[in-house]
C-alpha cells in the first residue's frame, strides 16, 4: 500500500513533505514500539521482558503509542526519501503533528534539499590582474634583509654612518624644553640604515656618541610641533656576514648558488613566485567576487552551519592551549563569520555546478601531476602519494577547483595591471 503524501515547495531550498497514515499502517510500527517495550519492561508476576505482550499492550498501549509517534515519523519521512531517491541535506524537523487515536497519523517534516543552480554568465568574466614588476632595488633590499638577519654587532662609542643599531631612550619634552612627564621611552633600538626612520630622527642621529643627548625637533602623531629628547646608552656596529658560496647555500638552501650572480637571480626567481601566488589568489578571489555578483544562489541553512562549526573548530584548535573558549565567545565568532560563511557556501555551489556543466574531471594523470609536485618539495616518492591521492576526495576536489579556476581564467577577459613594487614600498 503505497503512503499517502503531498510534498511541497517553500522556495529553491526547502521543501514540505505531509504524511498521512491509517491505524492500519500504524499497527506495525506500534507492535515494534510496544515489543520494545516489553522487552526492558517489569510487570510484577513475571520475568523482566517476559509478560504476555496482550497484557502489556492493556496496561500501557495508549501511552507507547503516543510515545513511539516521533520516532515514527522519523523512521516514515527517513524510508521514503531513501526509496524516492530524494538528496536532502539536513535531517529534517518536524513541523505539524496531529494523531487522531485509532484513525490516523497526520504530520509534515521540513527539510532542505541541495537547489538548482542557473548560471547567468560564467564566462567572459571581465577581470583585472596585478603584474608586479621586480626590480633590481627589491632584489637589492631582499639581499640586504638577509645580512640583516645574520648580521653580529660590535659595541662603538660612535655613529660613524647608517650601518650602526643605536639603544635610545628617549622624553618629549614641552615647548620650553621642560620634561613632559609620562612621555618617555627607554631602549629603543633604531637601525639607521633602515629607510622607514623619520627624517628628523634619522638626521638628528647622524654621528651620535655613547651617553651623548640630543634634542630633536620632529612632529607628533597629530602632526604638530614636538621636541624629544635623546639619549644613546648604546652604539652598536652591524658586521655583516660575507657574502660567498656557504652563505648562499645557507640563504637558499641550493648547493648550485655559487656566485653573487647566482645568488641574485635565485632571490628573482623566489620572489616571482611569492608574487605569482598573491596575483594568482587575488585574481581567484575576483573571480569569486564576480561570480557571486553575477549570479543568484540560494544557499541552505544546513551547508552555512556545516561551515561555521567546520570554522568554530578550527578557531578552537588555534586558540587551545591559550585560553578557553566559552559558549558565548563561540557563539559570537559564529556570527561575525556568518557572511564569510555564505560566500563560502554560495561559491561551494556555483563551483559544483560548473565542474558538472564542463564536465571537469581529476583525471589520473592530474593526480600524477599533483602527486610530482608535492613529491619534488618534500623530498618523498611519487608512487605512493599517486596511490594516496588517488582515494582521496579531498585532493580530487582540489584539483577540480584548480580547474575550475583555470577554465574560468582561460574563458574570461583579462586586463593585465603592472605593479612597480619599488614605489609601493616608497608609500
Given amino acids: 500500500m503505497k503512503l499517502e503524501t503531498n510534498f511541497k515547495d517553500i522556495d529553491n531550498v526547502k521543501k514540505e513533505l505531509e504524511f498521512i497514515l491509517s ?5 506495525p510500527h ?8 516489553r522487552n526492558k519492561a517489569t510487570i510484577p508476576g513475571f520475568r523482566k521482558g517476559k509478560a504476555p505482550l496482550d497484557m502489556v499492550k492493556k496496561i500501557v498501549g495508549d501511552s507507547v503509542e503516543y510515545s513511539s509517534l516521533e520516532d515514527i515519523a522519523n523512521e516514515v519521512f527517513k524510508n521514503h526519501i531513501v526509496d524516492n531517491d530524494i538528496d536532502i541535506i539536513n535531517v529534517g524537523s518536524i513541523t505539524d503533528f496531529n494523531y487522531e487515536p485509532k484513525l490516523r497519523f497526520q504530520f509534515k517534516i521540513e527539510f532542505e534539499v541541495k537547489p538548482e ?8 568574466l ?18 640586504n634583509y638577509h645580512k640583516l638577519q645574520l648580521s653580529s654587532l660590535e659595541i662603538d ?12 631612550d628617549m622624553q618629549n619634552l614641552d615647548d620650553k624644553g621642560n620634561i613632559i612627564v609620562g612621555e618617555s621611552q627607554k631602549d629603543l633600538k633604531i637601525y639607521l640604515g633602515n629607510k622607514n626612520i623619520e627624517k628628523d630622527f634619522y638626521h638628528g642621529l647622524q654621528h651620535i656618541k655613547e651617553n651623548e643627548s640630543r634634542v630633536i625637533d620632529t612632529k607628533n602623531s597629530e602632526g604638530e610641533n614636538q621636541k624629544v629628547q635623546v639619549t644613546a646608552t648604546k652604539i652598536e656596529k652591524i658586521i655583516f656576514p660575507e657574502m660567498n658560496e656557504e652563505y648562499f647555500k645557507k640563504i637558499t638552501g641550493k648547493d648550485d648558488v655559487k656566485t653573487l650572480e647566482d645568488y641574485k637571480n635565485s632571490i628573482r626567481t623566489e620572489l616571482e613566485k611569492y608574487y605569482d601566488n598573491i596575483t594568482n589568489q ?6 569569486i567576487n564576480e561570480l557571486l555578483k553575477i549570479n543568484s544562489v540560494d544557499v541552505p541553512e544546513a551547508f552555512i552551519e556545516n561551515i561555521l562549526n567546520n570554522m568554530a573548530d578550527d578557531f578552537k584548535k588555534k586558540e587551545a592551549g591559550k585560553r578557553k573558549i566559552s559558549d558565548e565567545e563561540l557563539d559570537e565568532y559564529k556570527k561575525t563569520n556568518r557572511v564569510d560563511a555564505i560566500k563560502q557556501a554560495k561559491w561551494f555551489l556555483i563551483r559544483e555546478k560548473i565542474v558538472e556543466l564542463e564536465d571537469i574531471k581529476a583525471n589520473e594523470d592530474d593526480i600524477k601531476k599533483f602527486a610530482e609536485d608535492i613529491a619534488g618539495k618534500y623530498n618523498m616518492p611519487v608512487d605512493k602519494l599517486v596511490e594516496l591521492y588517488a582515494k582521496s576526495p579531498d585532493i580530487k576536489s582540489q584539483i577540480e577547483t584548480d580547474k575550475v579556476f583555470n577554465f574560468l581564467i582561460d574563458n574570461a577577459k583579462i586586463t593585465d595591471e603592472e605593479v612597480d613594487l619599488s614605489k609601493e614600498n616608497e608609500n
Fill in 30 to 37: 506500534f507492535d515494534k514500539a510496544l515489543l520494545k517495550y
Fill in 157 to 168: 662609542g660612535e655613529a660613524l654612518d647608517d650601518e650602526y643599531l643605536v639603544t635610545l
Fill in 23 to 27: 491505524y492500519d499502517e500504524l499497527k
Fill in 117 to 124: 543552480i542557473n548560471l547567468e554568465q560564467y564566462k567572459g
Fill in 126 to 143: 571581465e577581470l583585472k590582474r596585478k603584474k608586479y614588476k621586480i626590480q633590481d632595488k627589491i632584489i637589492d633590499e631582499e639581499i
Fill in 282 to 287: 587575488s585574481l581567484r578571489n575576483e573571480i
